[in-house]
């Protein structure tokens, strides 16, 4: 099973500031990796797949990188609507398995 | 608009069945993977069950295997997941996802969710 590891767990950042969030891998995904947001009573809602390929509707400020066993998630300027859980998971291999999620908080 | 509407959780008691279902409508279901994805009280997400668009391969995590089982209806449009021999940590908000268009298995549309509580 691939193991996907999140940091930080919380990140405590000012509306405007950018943040950044990290997902590794346990062994290469190549680029089969996807960023979801979750707001507090919702279901998750896909941000980035394929590690950089923004989902449809999802505003440019969210954005995505790395390969491999290395990713990156990064909101460039945090909007109040911004302020979530974000879980990263992995499609390259079964199990499908999430990240443990990054809450981003408010500064 | 693609809509999923979970169904069927409850209170059950250690040892007990459920049976959850999973209604679609917006896209074409017979053409789509769907999943089970749940999520303990205030926990992170963990992959269940997915079953492929024609039914013809399923896949479970390693925690449910040998007591879950994932089915579909397209004449219905619905997603079934039959949970036997229910143990308290299967507590959680069990969501229905659907494949993506890409024919990869991260997930474009999740719904609402639905509560399962094992509880005695």
């Known amino acids: 099973e691939i193991v996907m590891t999140q940091s930080p767990a919380t990140l405590s950042v000012s509306p405007g500031e950018r943040a950044t969030l990290s997902c590794r891998a346990s062994?290469?995904?190549?680029?089969?990796l996807a960023w979801y947001q979750q707001k507090p009573g919702q279901a998750p809602r896909l941000l980035i797949y394929?590690?950089?390929t923004g989902a449809t509707d999802i505003p440019p400020r969210f954005s995505g990188s790395g390969s491999g066993t290395e990713f990156t998630l990064t909101i460039s300027s945090l909007q109040s609507e911004d302020f979530a859980v974000y879980y990263c998971?992995?499609?390259?291999?079964?199990?499908?398995?999430f990240g443990g999620g990054t809450k981003v908080e408010i500064k | 608009d693609v809509q999923l509407l979970e169904s069927g959780g409850g209170l059950v008691q250690p040892g007990g069945s459920l049976r959850l279902s999973c209604t679609a409508s917006?896209?074409?279901?017979?053409?789509?993977?769907m999943s089970w994805v749940r999520q303990a009280p205030g926990k992170g997400l963990e992959w269940v069950s997915t079953?492929?668009?024609?039914?013809?391969?399923?896949y479970y995590a390693d925690s449910v295997k040998g007591r879950f089982t994932v089915s579909r209806d397209s004449s219905k449009s619905t997603l079934y997941l039959q949970m036997n021999s229910l143990r308290a940590e299967d507590t959680a908000l069990y969501y229905c996802?659907?494949?993506?268009?890409?024919?990869?298995?991260?997930?474009?549309?999740w719904g609402q969710g639905t509560l399962v509580t094992v509880s005695s």
């Open positions: 996802a659907k494949r993506s268009v890409a024919g990869l298995y991260y997930f474009d549309y």
């Open positions: 917006g896209f074409t279901f017979s053409s789509f993977g």
């Open positions: 079953v492929s668009s024609d039914g013809g391969a399923t």
């Open positions: 062994q290469s995904i190549r680029s089969k």
């Open positions: 394929g590690a950089s």
């Open positions: 998971q992995q499609y390259n291999n079964w199990p499908l398995t």
